[in-house]
């Protein structure tokens, strides 16, 4: 999935939520531009389960791993790549996806859209986790 802003800065999500990682390209940011990785921290943290029971058991820990265009918490103009690497995975609790699409989510469009190979195991472009309002 990709997305073009103000017909300048692209970002490309990769990934399933049960696969290896999950991650984003962000391209065309100028360089010099200061990044809080305190602040990112804290935005991913709500991602977090709650205790409540009305969320997942799984615990990821969230933390981003920058690959290129960050140096010294600034920008370098060059395409930022971070990733999630994805330590809880339960994908077998998925296996009966394939023929049932979960309300939230948009395991039918991906369906229809990639004639029906799309992941169905809680995949990023499809998870309610992504699509849904925070």
Avoid at 21 to 33: Q, T
Avoid at 51 to 80: C, F, V, W
Avoid at 91 to 96: H, L
Wanted: glycine share 10%; proline share 5%.
């Amino acid at each position: 999935m990709s997305s073009l802003w103000n017909n300048r800065i692209s970002i490309s999500l990769f990934g399933e939520s049960h696969g290896t990682a999950v991650g984003v390209v962000i391209d065309n940011l100028p360089p010099g531009e200061s990044i809080d990785l305190e602040e990112i921290a804290r935005f991913l943290a709500r991602r977090a389960p709650k205790k409540d029971g009305t969320t997942t058991s799984r615990a990821e820990l969230d933390i981003p791993q920058i690959m290129s265009g960050l140096y010294h918490n600034k920008t370098t103009g060059t395409p930022l790549c971070a990733m999630i690497m994805n330590t809880d995975t339960h994908s077998v609790d998925y296996s009966n996806l394939s023929k049932l699409a979960r309300p939230g989510h948009a395991d039918y469009t991906g369906a229809l859209r990639y004639r029906g190979f799309n992941d169905v195991r809680g995949g990023g472009h499809f998870s309610g986790r992504l699509t849904a309002p925070l």
